[in-house]
Every structure is written in C-alpha cells, then in structure tokens.
C-alpha cells in the first residue's frame, strides 16, 4: 500500500506547524472574501412565480421564505418525467444535516431545495433518501429558466423585503463543492477524494472525477 513518508513525533508536528501557517493564511483569506460577499449589490426577481409545497399546497416566491429575511435554495436537477436521480444533488442534500435549518433559523434564515420535477416525482425520491429539508417543486414555472440554471444544480441566495425578493448570491460547481462536509472531510485524508484531478503522490489510489459518488442507499451494490 502507497502511504506517506514515516517520521518521528517532533518531525511530523514541525511540518504540521509549518503547514498551519499556510492554512491560517487560507481563513484570513476566506474571511476578507465572505466581506467582498456581503458588499455584493443585489438584483430583484419579479416572477410572478409560483411553487408546491410538499404538503401540496401553493406558495408565492415571498412565501418560500415562511416569514424568514434570507434563504438558500439548493437548486436540485430534476427534471419532469427523467428518473434519473443526480449522485452529485443527493449526495449533497445528505449533508444537509437535521439541524443545520434550526441554527440558520436563528439568524432568520431558512434553507430549501427546489427542483423543476412535479411534487409527484419529487416525494418518491425524498421518501427514499430520508430527507426532511422542505424540497419545493417550481413545475410549469420559469424561476429556473431566469436564473440562468435551465435544469442545473446550483446554490442561491435571496433576500426578502416585505414582499420584494432579491438574489444577492449565486454558486455552482466547485463553490458547491465546498460547502460539503463530506469532500472537506475527504481534503483533510491521506488520500484526499481519490479523483484524477487531485495532486497526490504516485501512486495514491485515484478514480474519475465524482464517479463513485451515488445515492446513499446504492453504495455496496455494484
């Protein structure tokens, strides 16, 4: 098995200390960018837009907020009538974890997924996987379509004034990516996300990228 040079106690904590530095470096960094973010101008959506519920009711874009200022919306590819279920969306609503809405609550903010699939094709799925993040369905809405998602995946954010909703923020691929408890946890590994893109050593195990990643329930089965 290919694995990292073996060292003494004080050489390993020097080179962790030296490597602390760069990632001291790395926070301060990410903090003077999450400033620029909250300096973000802001973009008004009109709709009008209309969404189901999971209890099958309607609600306005205003009432996707249930009286809360801010929302993220994970934006989950699924599309009318395709079965296929994205390993990259439900893999990432698994790490939305239970509790993980209360704490945002308390700083009046509340997380959703919405995807473009009828509530009918939508509860099967969310029954399956267990998950019990509020997933909206935007059916026969253009929401998607002037975001500029069409039927991808993405993170935005808005922010409510009343009645008037604005995007203030909006993230997909890698800025995704970063926000995933299991991929950071990955990056503090040996052997990292083992995926082709990764600089790693020779010889670490490596597979293509985001190949393996599935529904939670479908692992061991191939």
């Not at 080179?15 to 960018?33: I, N, S, W």
């Not at 189901?52 to 993220?72: E, H, I, M, N």
């Not at 969306?89 to 903010?109: I, K, P, V, W």
């Amino acid at each position: 098995m290919n694995r990292p040079p073996v060292v003494s106690a004080e050489e390993w904590q020097e080179a962790r200390d030296a490597l602390l530095v760069k990632e001291k470096e790395l926070t301060h960094a990410l903090d003077r960018l999450a400033a620029e973010r909250r300096r973000l101008p802001m973009t008004p959506l009109e709709g009008p837009y209309e969404f189901t519920a999971p209890d099958g009711s309607t609600v306005d874009l205003p009432g996707l907020f249930d009286g809360k200022r801010q929302l993220v919306i994970y934006h989950f590819m699924r599309e009318p009538g395709d079965p296929h279920v994205c390993g990259g969306c439900s893999t990432f609503t698994d790490n939305l974890a239970e509790f993980t809405r209360a704490h945002l609550g308390a700083r009046d903010t509340r997380l959703i997924l919405v995807s473009r699939a009828p509530q009918d094709e939508i509860e099967p799925l969310r029954s399956r996987m267990g998950w019990t993040v509020p997933w909206y369905s935007s059916y026969g809405s253009a929401f998607s379509d002037d975001l500029g998602l069409g039927g991808m995946f993405g993170l935005s954010v808005l922010l409510r004034d009343g009645d008037d909703v604005f995007r203030t923020y909006f993230t997909s691929g890698r800025g995704v990516d970063r926000l995933r408890l299991d991929f950071n946890l990955l990056d503090l590994t040996p052997y990292g996300r083992q995926e082709t893109w990764e600089d790693s050593p020779d010889g670490w195990p490596r597979t293509p990228t985001m190949q393996w990643l599935r529904p939670h329930d479908e692992y061991g089965t191939n």
